[in-house]
């Protein structure tokens, strides 16, 4: 195994297990502690991972993803007027990707009743129920590994298969959003999918409520630059100051469900 492939491993580690010992690490990977501990060194000056005494652990929001029952549960309010937000900006006709994650499910429970004759693209079981008997919408979903508790796809195959398609739009849901690292997600294969759809589609849509601005995560999905649009109930934070000096369009919903465009009213 090569530096950086030990490195990302040993990132993967700690993210899975919160902590680990240099011990431990030297033992599993057989090399030295020394060497485990250079490469520690590399990922804490990458902000992913903290040492301390004897062994190192998860940097703040780079550790454990809360369980998807949980996110769900999470900014239940928020998360419908960014997806009703974002189905307003879907065109008719358009072939989307809409990615697994609670906020994108709620993308695609404000899709129904539209009959915008999409065709949808999808890694997530539950997207794909909510739109399955829509009327002129087409569902495709991906082949591959299901991921427990998540009902989301990922692996190889997926990947190959969205290699396949052309898509107007990618709807993202991602675990962070920074001005610095971009996109990020905590599960290395819910990101290579991710990066999959960002480079089949025209256009990437990203919803993301305020606790997830400025979060950074294990692993790295995109960056600011490759986002056409984002949904926000923030008014205002550094990291969409960041983005709009990189082109990005920026829409707020408020608690009424109004759209402001780049802080102004739409």
Known sequence: MDVDARRTRIGQIVAE??????????TDFGVSEMTIRRDVEALEKAGLVRRIFGGVIAASGTGFEPPY???AGHAVGSKGRIGH????????????????GSTVASVAYALRG???????????????TALADE????????????????LSIIGHDAEQMIARYNCD?????????DAVRGL?????????????????SSRVIVGADSTKLGQVLLVCVADLADVALIVTDASSHPTLDAAREAGVTVVTVDSDGDHHLNGAPS
Do not use: M
Not at 184 to 198: D, G, L, N
């Open 17 to 26: 297990q919160g902590e680990a010992a240099f011990a431990t690490l030297a």
């Open 69 to 71: 029952p949980e996110r």
């Open 85 to 100: 937000a974002i189905a307003d900006a879907l065109r008719p006709g358009e072939t989307v990707f809409l990615d697994s």
């Open 114 to 128: 539209r009959r915008l004759e999409l065709t949808v693209l999808t890694p997530s079981i539950v997207v794909a």
């Open 135 to 150: 009327p002129d919408t087409r569902v495709i979903l991906l082949g591959g590994e299901v991921r427990a508790g998540e």
């Open 169 to 177: 739009t990618y709807v993202a849901g991602v675990a962070g959003v």
């Open 184 to 200: 990020t997600e905590y599960h290395p294969q819910e990101a290579s999918v991710k990066r999959a759809a960002v480079s089949r």
